[in-house]
């Protein structure tokens, strides 16, 4: 399948049923040594590493998450020891290996206890690589990340995958409103809001602002002082640019409402602000406690010198001090409270308290 097309039929499937059914499934002719991989039941998550995995013989067992992808079902507490105890107890995965290792996806780790798996399955849990395209190097190095592996980079095709899947329900809810009043403003209002938040996605790392809210702030002020400038050449014309105006704003809104928490490795604006007025409760959308809002707080004194917490921090917030032989904190200002590393320190030396 050629890629356009591809992307296309991808795009298509985040709008339908997103989930498939959970279990075990054989890659290649896998044997006794073979690798053992976990992923969630998110449709678009296995059909990638699927396509990922083609050429390696290993096991893929597909644990339940409600449809939702790694990183927000684990952070949403979908995605847990429980499902993964219950795939490796019922999948019949133990009398088709020998290493009972089982590979995860680094970005559950903020949801999964890997100490209450061993205890009651016998398996042990390894975090692979945050990108699934990573995983072949990750196994020629013999299961070793380097930090570009740990780390979420968000790169540009990513950012643009989810320009479209995150804006264009917004687009499409204006679009209909407008419809009712008027067709004409249409053209005006597309060709703002997608022109915007094309410029957000695509220059998001460089944009000034350290939130989504502000970067989109940003680019709007920018887009302001264009159509301000149109505006003056035609004044005739000035109650249209003013409707374009309020249209940018609007998208500004719109676009940056969770963007830090879509397409960069920040405290999400909208959980911030949700957090802000009292709902911490919004049923399956989401819960959000009060530790997701603090910093991370370290006691470095009990730490055994493990590596735990570097080698699931997506942000590379930790460093190893090899005199001291412990963890340190050297990107403390990247945490973004994901609670990773809080989740599997064996030594319970870390909190968001």
């Known amino acids: 399948m050629n890629q356009p097309f591809r992307f296309f039929i991808e795009y298509l499937c985040r709008w339908l049923p997103s989930s498939v059914e959970t ?13 053992v991989f976990m992923t969630c039941n998110f449709s678009l998550t296995v059909r990638r590493l699927k396509r990922v995995l083609q050429g390696i013989d290993c096991y893929l067992l597909i644990a339940p998450s409600k449809g939702i992808n790694v990183w927000c079902a684990s952070a949403g507490h979908e995605l847990n020891e429980h499902g993964v105890i219950s795939v490796l107890k019922t999948s019949g995965i133990d009398d088709l290996v020998q290493n009972k290792v089982l590979i995860a996806p680094q970005l559950c780790a903020p949801g999964v206890d890997t100490k209450a798996v061993k205890e009651a399955t016998g398996w042990s849990m ?52 407008l419809a009712v009043f008027k067709l004409s403003w249409i053209p005006g209002f597309t060709l703002i809001f997608w022109t915007m938040a094309s410029f957000t996605y695509v220059l998001f790392p460089w944009i000034p602002g350290g939130t989504g809210w502000m970067k989109s702030f940003c680019v709007c002020i920018l887009f302001l002082v264009i159509l301000l400038l149109l505006a003056l050449t035609e004044p005739s014309q000035i109650y249209i640019f003013f409707w374009l105006m309020m ?10 409402f969770d963007l830090a928490g879509i397409v ?13 007025i009292g709902i911490k409760d919004m049923g399956g959308l989401g819960k959000f406690s009060d530790e997701s809002m603090n910093p991370i707080q370290a006691d470095f004194e009990s730490c055994i010198g493990c590596k735990t917490c570097i080698d699931v ?24 409270s994901c609670g ?4 599997q320190c064996p030594a319970s030396c870390l909190s968001l308290k």
């Not at 930790?318 to 973004?336: G, M, S, T, V």
């Open 313 to 336: 921090c997506p942000c590379n917030v930790y460093a190893f001090d090899r005199e001291q032989k412990k963890a340190i904190l050297q990107n403390e200002d990247l945490c973004f």
């Open 126 to 177: 390894t975090f692979g690589p945050v990108n699934m395209e990573h995983i072949p190097p990750f196994l020629d190095a013999g299961r070793e990340k380097t930090d570009w592996m740990r780390s979420a980079n968000f790169p540009f095709g990513f950012r643009m995958e989810m320009l479209l899947s995150m804006n264009f329900l917004y687009w499409l809810v204006i679009a209909l409103i």
């Open 264 to 276: 960069g490795p920040y405290r999400s604006d909208a959980v911030k602000f949700l957090h802000g």
């Open 23 to 35: 279990g075990l499934v054989k890659i290649g002719n896998p044997g006794p040594e073979s690798p």
């Open 340 to 343: 990773a590393c809080v989740k």
């Open 247 to 256: 249209g940018a704003i609007l998208t500004s809104m719109l676009v940056g």
